[in-house]
């Protein structure tokens, strides 16, 4: 059995439109590859920018996440930090980083005495399974931390 194939032209237009989207596909792998995803650098970066060289201990810091997502658009979130909140002994700001993500910068939040308490919760999107950090810097100019895991689904399905 024998196809036959017919030819037919190739106007200007369908070139230009091939030629469009096949440079927009250069310049769009060769520009954004850093915009993927984070990794542990720019942790690094991120919190060397808030908190300096100060080095964080772990612990005072309670992470509250789901183990499982299954939407990583909308995952809720709450953190608290061990401290009397006086005026000599309180938290400054919290700092919440997700190291999968193309921003590792979640959120920071600011504390007073006159706050009480440490907590906070929110919601946050998140690109893939990840960890999730929380960094608290205290009055006294110590840093502390938390840290937990969220493995983000799609339809519940794993992933």
Known sequence: MVQ?????????RD????AGAGALAVVST??????????????????KKLIGDKSPTEGKVTVELPQIAENGNTVPMSFEVESPMTDADHVKSVHIFADGNPNVD?????????????????RMRLAKTQNVVVVAEMSNGSVVMGKSEVKVTIGGCGG
């Open 15 to 18: 070139i230009l439109k091939i």
């Open 4 to 12: 036959k194939i017919e030819l037919k032209p190739v106007d200007r």
């Open 30 to 47: 060769s520009l954004l590859p850093g915009l993927a995803a984070a990794d542990a650098e720019k942790l690094a970066a991120a919190m």
């Open 106 to 122: 979640v959120a920071s939040c600011h504390f007073t005495p006159a706050c009480g308490r440490a907590r906070a919760s929110t």
